[in-house]
């Protein structure tokens, strides 16, 4: 079993930053790739970023050059630092862990992301 616990979500004003946090109960980031999705209300969940085992990130096009994906093997946790934030961007935000084989995943509780004047 692996608990995700994310955090660092709030409200900004749009063009502003924010930092996620996913902190996971053990070191499995040599057996499962890690992602970050978000679903906005009436919309369908999406993957927002995504850092495979081997360090390889992949990103949804609307937040290329915005969002960065990363991980710090020492502390368990995978970030997602968020930059020049729009209004679009406004979701619950959920912590994935996705076992290579694919047949394992697992989720945050997710965190509250609000971009708004």
């Known amino acids: 079993q692996v608990r995700l616990v994310e955090s660092g979500g709030g409200l900004v004003q749009p063009g502003g930053s924010l930092g996620l946090s996913c902190a996971t109960s053990?070191?499995?980031?040599?057996?499962?790739?890690m992602g970050w999705y978000r679903q906005a209300p009436g919309k369908q969940r999406e993957l927002v970023a995504r850092?495979?085992?081997?360090?390889?990130?992949i990103y949804l096009d609307s937040v290329k050059g915005r969002f960065t994906i990363s991980r710090d093997t020492a502390k368990n946790t995978v970030y997602l630092q968020m930059n020049s934030l729009k209004p679009e961007d406004t979701a619950v935000y959920y912590c994935?862990?996705?076992?290579?084989?694919?047949?394992?995943?697992?989720w945050g509780q997710g965190t509250q992301v609000t971009v708004s004047s």
């Open positions: 053990r070191n499995i980031f040599n057996t499962y790739h």
């Open positions: 850092i495979f085992t081997g360090a390889t990130t």
């Open positions: 994935n862990a996705n076992r290579v084989d694919g047949f394992v995943n697992y």
